[in-house]
């Protein structure tokens, strides 16, 4: 699981790793959650791993 979200930095010297995140959003209407959503995988430094979007599991399901 971890392949790809811990890496070692060359030029720093440094052992690094990538944020995981969960996200919780209103529902497909918004344009909210899909602006955080992009701008949070912007550097690729993020690895989403969970996420609610709405209350209702049908329509959670299709947009996760």
Same mark, same amino acid.
């Given at each position: 699981m971890l ?23 209103? @529902? @497909?209407?918004?344009?909210? @959650?899909?602006?955080?959503?992009v701008a949070? @995988? ?21 947009l996760g």
């Amino acid at each position: 699981m971890l392949e790809g979200i811990i890496w070692w930095d060359e030029t720093s010297n440094i052992m690094k790793r990538k944020l995981l995140m969960g996200m919780v959003d209103g @529902g @497909g209407d918004g344009s909210i @959650g899909t602006t955080h959503h992009v701008a949070a @995988g912007l550097d690729r430094k993020i690895e989403y791993v969970a996420g609610v979007f709405s209350l209702n599991p049908e329509e959670a399901y299709g947009l996760g």
